[in-house]
């Protein structure tokens, strides 16, 4: 066996099932489930007809560099969105969603001979990006958000000796859990870094569409433009329609950015044998071209979060995010695992402690005294378990 999988850390919800392993839930409650960041709003009927409309496609085998239609599509959207002109010949991959792709990319990416590879990951963080440097054979170096600068990281945290081990640097914004943004002068201080420690930045953007401002998320090919970076060296965005458009099971997505790059994660891509399905290549060129189910779904998350966060801010420290789907609150006694177990104990609601989703780094763990909730359900169940987690918190039953 690849002894590289026993560093495989369990995943989140592994850890949730054994806490919850001897308790059992308040049966006067029906179940509440804010764990899962798993989109729940409906699937637009235009992907669902596309679909449909390409079952032909299921006749032969894909290409892994897709169609040009697709290309073209994504291309399209990246130039509506972000202002930036890509070319969809060569800076353009898609992928089977951003899980995979981040997974992939580091085993491309990553050159584990090397002494001391590095892969720097944000801390708390999405579990991927661990699993992805240590197959790899490199050391994910964790870097705390913090909490004083709206859950965004300081890279000038981070120690020189540490950046000239660093190949690869996982970047998420909007982040999961947090919902930071990251600004610009954080960019800029990473295309500096980059430039002169010669990594690459994986950007996974994939809640970039779920925002709460009337400013729209600022992205990673955008502020690359903006520090004049125009052919995007060592850049690569991922993004995925999973959260965008609510298909979490249709498992697509794609790259762009870096042409030297993507030339070489088409290679590897093509061994692995992740070409994208023509149907699903279907649906997604439909799902890229169409703003208006983007639009509305955004207003749906706009109108939950606008009536839950001011509930579940009276007895938390909690506030809206930037975007993405969670809320992110700091537990009032500060011991996020028991918090959970006993709201599920009691209230049949289900959260995921903070602690799972970070590691300990210098002697801390940033997501120890906090906990995530995704506001994925529909407003009034959401609204249902921020009541009970109030009267939780106060101690009150109803
Ligand atoms: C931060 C982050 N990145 C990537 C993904 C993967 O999404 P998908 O593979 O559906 O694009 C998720 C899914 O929850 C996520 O939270």
Redesign the pocket.
């Known amino acids: 066996m690849n002894s590289l999988l026993a560093t495989l850390q369990p995943y989140p919800f592994e850890r949730l099932k054994e806490l919850f392993a001897s308790v059992t839930p308040n049966s006067a409650y029906r179940p509440i489930s804010l764990g899962i960041?798993?989109p729940r709003h409906a699937t637009p009927q235009l992907v669902l007809d596309a679909l449909a409309g390409a079952t032909r496609e299921l006749s032969s085998y894909p290409p892994t560099a897709g169609s040009s239609a697709l290309r073209e599509a994504c291309a399209s959207w990246v130039q509506r969105r972000y202002g930036a002109g890509v070319d969809p010949a060569t800076q353009i991959l898609p992928v089977n969603?951003?899980?995979?792709?981040?997974f992939a990319f580091a085993q491309a990416i990553v050159n584990g001979r090397t002494p001391d590879a590095t892969v720097i990951c944000p801390n708390p963080f999405?579990q991927?990006y661990e699993g992805a440097a240590l197959l790899a054979g490199a050391t994910p170096y964790f870097v705390p958000s913090d909490p004083s600068r709206n859950f965004n990281i300081n890279w000038d945290g981070v120690r020189p000796s540490t950046w000239n081990n660093t190949q690869l640097v996982y970047v998420?914004s909007p982040?999961?859990p947090t919902g930071a943004v990251m600004p610009m002068a954080d960019w800029e201080r990473l295309f500096e870094l980059s430039a002169r420690h010669n990594f690459v930045i994986a950007s996974?953007e994939?809640?970039s569409e779920i925002y709460f401002r009337d400013e729209r998320p600022l992205g990673g090919l955008e502020a690359a433009l903006k520090v004049g970076l125009r052919d995007f060296k060592n850049f690569v965005l991922?993004t995925?329609?999973?959260?965008r458009s609510n298909v979490?099971g249709m498992?697509s997505?794609f790259v762009a950015g870096d042409a030297n790059i993507l030339k070489q994660f088409l290679l590897y891509r093509t061994y692995h044998g992740c070409a994208m399905s023509g149907m699903v290549q279907a649906g997604s060129i439909a799902a890229w071209n169409d703003e208006a189910h983007v639009a509305a779904n955004r207003e749906l998350y706009r109108k939950k979060f606008a009536a839950v966060t001011p509930m579940l801010a009276a007895v938390l420290d909690v506030r809206l995010p930037d975007a993405g789907f969670y809320l992110w609150a700091a537990v009032p006694d500060g011991d996020d695992e028991r918090f959970a177990r006993d709201l599920f104990a009691h209230y049949n609601v289900t959260v995921l402690p903070g602690s799972y989703l970070a590691r300990s780094a210098e002697g801390a763990n940033p997501g120890a005294g906090r906990i995530r909730m995704a506001l994925v359900a529909e407003t009034e169940e959401c609204a249902e378990a921020a009541r009970r987690i109030v009267d939780f918190v106060k101690g009150t039953r109803r």
């Open positions: 960041g798993e969603g951003t899980r995979e792709a981040l999405y991927i998420c982040g999961n996974d994939c809640y991922f995925s329609l999973s959260k979490p498992r997505g």
